[in-house]
């Protein structure tokens, strides 16, 4: 990913090796929102919640829908409050 810029924005590139292998893993994680991180192999490289598989454009979906944070927080247990204060932090931002 040489010569990644995006808006000019500095992000932190995270870049570990799997499984003891020469192949490497590229996650790239937002300098100011800690937990919204973008991978080119997951979701298209769009933003997610700690390199899980879900969009921040999902959780806001949801939200705009009328479900509110505790029914997100039932259907999907992996997240925690702090990761939906910070998508909507990331949207309000972009």
């Not at 000019?8 to 499984?19: T, V």
């Not at 003891?20 to 800690?34: A, C, D, G, M, T």
């Not at 997610?48 to 029914?71: H, K, N, Q």
């Amino acid at each position: 990913m040489k010569g990644l810029v995006v808006n000019q924005i500095n992000y932190l590139l995270i870049s570990n090796f799997l499984n003891n292998e020469k192949e490497s893993k590229v996650e790239i994680r937002h300098y100011k929102f800690n937990r919204i991180t973008m991978d080119p192999g997951k979701c298209f490289g769009k933003p997610c919640i700690r390199g899980m598989r879900m969009p921040v454009a999902s959780i806001l979906s949801y939200l705009s829908s009328g479900m509110t944070v505790e029914d997100i927080l039932k259907e999907w247990p992996e997240l925690e409050l702090e990761d939906i204060y910070q998508a909507l932090g990331y949207a309000s931002w972009v």
